[in-house]
Each structure stands twice: as structure tokens, then as C-alpha cells.
């Protein structure tokens, strides 16, 4: 199995924790190239409240106050929206692995034209998540990204 | 006094809140167009280790989960960073109140090319106050803006 295949793997877990916690199916990790997890997250938005709480965010929470952001890769179960994708920016991340983007498309053209390298593998497992999200809990997801 | 004035007030309450703290002297707040408050926020990245904790993040995270953020306007005492402009973007924000953008400029085009009402008072308070954080704890800053 290729590395970027396992990360995804870690961020599957974390979005299916999420789900089993009646939440938002949608997790993330950031690693370095060298495949150590630095730090884990999945969308909270349900289990605390937190409107920015998406899964992206508290991954970069989780990371604490650290100077090696610009060697660590983003790796999320979905397309992060334009805050995921402005926190991405902000930190300087410089690639993104993104494990769908059929049920919904980030601002991934914002990532492409700050030179962020960004790969999506559209991984069925992911979009199957989703799809269950949407079918299942259609007003909870509409709130999550902000309609 | 005009309304503007009154609510980036209540921000600039909030910024030096946080650098009485140690923190970084940056603040926020929501307000609905008739001028109630409806969250405040601070920098809390010093205070709490969160690097993701600018003040209109905070301020986000503050306002809990509601539906009438098209009705909210974000005040703040600096120009919001590209993942504080990302926010303001997934949440329909319309209009946004900036104190100052002489020591930093964020994102403020992006929100224009959005159809953002931005207004930027360029207040001396706001100004005084970033002026004295980069020049008595420069590398703070710097850390603060992905740096």
C-alpha cells in the first residue's frame, strides 16, 4: 500500500470516530514526509459546539504552537472548504492529500494558485461517508458549511 | 459617536484584554446590524497554545452553532488573515468592520472579489497597538502569521 494511502487510512479513523459520536463524518492528519502523524482531528462541531470545529481546524489546534508547518502535508477524508483552506494557506502547508471531492468541492483552486500541491485520490470509502451523511442527516450537513 | 466606532470599541476592549494577558493585542466582535453583540473574541494562541485561536476565530467559535451569520457583521482591530478572511467567507459573512490594515494586511481582496462589504477605519488606537506588539515581541508576531 503507497504512503499516502495509509495517511488516508488515519484520517478515515478519525472521521469514523466522529460519525460513531452521532458527528460529522470528516477527519484529517497532518504528517511529515516522512509519514509521522504530528497531530489527528475530526469535525466536532456536534460533540462541542464549535462552529469552526471542522475537521482541519482542530487537527491545526491539535498541532499546538509549532515552526515546521511548511514540511508537514495535510491529509483530509474531504475537499477542505475556504476556512480549512485559508488555515492550510496561513500555515504555509505545501501539499494537500484529499480523500474526495464528489460530495463536495473546497476551495482547492485557492490551494492550486498559492502553489499548494494537492492530490485527490477519491477514495470510495470516503465518498461512501459521505454519501451516508447526506442521505442520513442532510440539515446538519447544510449547517456545516455554512447554509 | 457613530455605530462603527462604538462597536470597534468593544473590540479594541477585547485586544487589550489579551495583551494584559501576555497575549497577542488582537480582538474581535460579532454584531448584528441593530448593533447587539452577539459573541466577542480574542487572540488566545499565548493564553491557551491554540495556534488556529486568532480573535475572530475565537469570536466564531464563540457565536455556537447558529443560522443567521448573513445578518452578522465581524468587527476587528487588525485585517483578518487569510484563514480569518476563510471563515468570514464559509459563514456568508457581508460585511466586515477592519480597525486598521497599516501593520498587516490580510486577505481583504479576497473578501471584495466575494461581494464583502469591507470598511477599514484605520483607527490610531488599533494601529498604536500592533505597533507596540512587533516592536516589543516580534517573533510572537511573526509565529501568529505563520511565519
Do not use: Y
Given at each position: 500500500?503507497?504512503?499516502?494511502?495509509?495517511?488516508?487510512?488515519?484520517?478515515?479513523?478519525?472521521?469514523?470516530?466522529?460519525?460513531?459520536?452521532?458527528?460529522?463524518?470528516?477527519?484529517?492528519?497532518?504528517?511529515?514526509?516522512?509519514?509521522?502523524?504530528?497531530?489527528r482531528?475530526?469535525?466536532?462541531?456536534?460533540?462541542?459546539?464549535?462552529?469552526?470545529?471542522?475537521?482541519?481546524?482542530?487537527?491545526?489546534?491539535?498541532a499546538?504552537?509549532?515552526?515546521?508547518?511548511?514540511?508537514?502535508?495535510?491529509?483530509?477524508?474531504?475537499?477542505?472548504?475556504?476556512?480549512?483552506?485559508?488555515?492550510?494557506?496561513?500555515?504555509?502547508?505545501?501539499?494537500?492529500?484529499?480523500?474526495?471531492?464528489?460530495?463536495?468541492?473546497?476551495?482547492?483552486?485557492?490551494?492550486?494558485?498559492n502553489?499548494?500541491?494537492?492530490?485527490?485520490?477519491?477514495?470510495?470509502?470516503?465518498?461512501?461517508?459521505?454519501?451516508?451523511?447526506?442521505?442520513?442527516?442532510?440539515?446538519?450537513?447544510?449547517?456545516?458549511?455554512?447554509?
Amino acid at each position: 500500500m503507497n504512503k499516502e494511502l495509509l495517511w488516508l487510512n488515519e484520517a478515515i479513523k478519525e472521521a469514523e470516530i466522529s460519525w460513531a459520536q452521532g458527528g460529522i463524518p470528516i477527519g484529517s492528519v497532518l504528517v511529515t514526509d516522512k509519514g509521522e502523524i504530528v497531530s489527528r482531528g475530526h469535525n466536532q462541531r456536534v460533540q462541542t459546539g464549535d462552529p469552526t470545529a471542522h475537521a482541519e481546524v482542530v487537527c491545526f489546534r491539535n498541532a499546538g504552537r509549532r515552526r515546521d508547518w511548511a514540511g508537514l502535508i495535510l491529509v483530509s477524508t474531504l475537499s477542505p472548504c475556504i476556512m480549512c483552506t485559508g488555515t492550510t494557506l496561513l500555515f504555509g502547508i505545501k501539499r494537500v492529500i484529499i480523500g474526495e471531492n464528489k460530495n463536495f468541492l473546497g476551495a482547492e483552486a485557492l490551494m492550486c494558485s498559492n502553489s499548494v500541491q494537492v492530490d485527490v485520490l477519491n477514495d470510495q470509502r470516503c465518498i461512501s461517508l459521505m454519501q451516508r451523511m447526506k442521505e442520513e442527516r442532510p440539515d446538519l450537513w447544510a449547517e456545516d458549511i455554512g447554509k
